[in-house]
């Protein structure tokens, strides 16, 4: 904000201009927020395997971090399992045709 808005514009502008800062210093600390947990995330994946043979191994890619990252993801994993069992059963009918 200015001087001259602060001085020559309405008075609620400044008001405005204190919420808008206060909200994106809010945005800012939650995303910082979430930066930190999904380090420490990654940091349990990473030490885990070598605490317990039970774990899951440390991720190929990176986590999706948003629902609709999520549900591409999801919607990649099946497609691929879908290919896998087509090609399966392809390789099945095949089998029975050569004969």
């Known amino acids: 904000m ?4 602060y001085w020559d514009s309405n008075v609620y502008l400044a008001k405005h201009y ?3 800062y206060n909200l994106k210093q809010e945005i800012r600390q939650q995303e910082y927020n979430r930066s930190a947990w999904l380090n420490g995330i990654y940091m349990i994946q990473a030490i ?3 605490l317990s043979k039970e774990a899951k191994p440390y991720p190929a890619k990176p986590l999706p971090i948003t629902e609709k990252e999520a549900k591409r993801e999801e919607k990649r994993k099946q497609e691929e399992i879908w290919a896998k069992q087509k090609a399966t059963l392809e390789a099945f009918i095949a089998g029975y ?3």
């Open 18 to 20: 204190r919420e808008a």
């Open 2 to 5: 200015t001087e001259k808005q």
């Open 97 to 99: 045709q050569e004969e």
């Open 48 to 50: 885990a395997p070598m």
